[in-house]
């Protein structure tokens, strides 16, 4: 054992699980469409669209919401 630790996932540390690029696609998506532009109901549209689950909608929702925070 070389008596390094593995670094911290998850929590605070701004590290998460990998996602698949559909999820990344989502978050484009939702960043270069006006809200008025988008399908309601939001989250069952992107589902169908991208082929997500719930939780993958979500993670791309927050991810757009950064993007859109650092523009």
């Not at 559909?22 to 008025?36: G, I, K, S």
């Not at 719930?54 to 993670?59: A, F, Y």
């Amino acid at each position: 054992m070389s008596g390094l630790e593995p670094p911290p996932v998850g929590g605070s540390t701004g590290l998460s699980h990998a996602h698949c690029k559909a999820v990344d696609e989502c978050a484009f998506y939702l960043v270069a469409t006006r809200p008025e532009e988008r399908p309601f109901p939001l989250v069952m549209a992107l589902e169908k669209m991208f082929g997500l689950t719930t939780l993958e909608v979500m993670e791309a929702k927050a991810m757009a919401q950064r993007m859109a925070g650092e523009m």
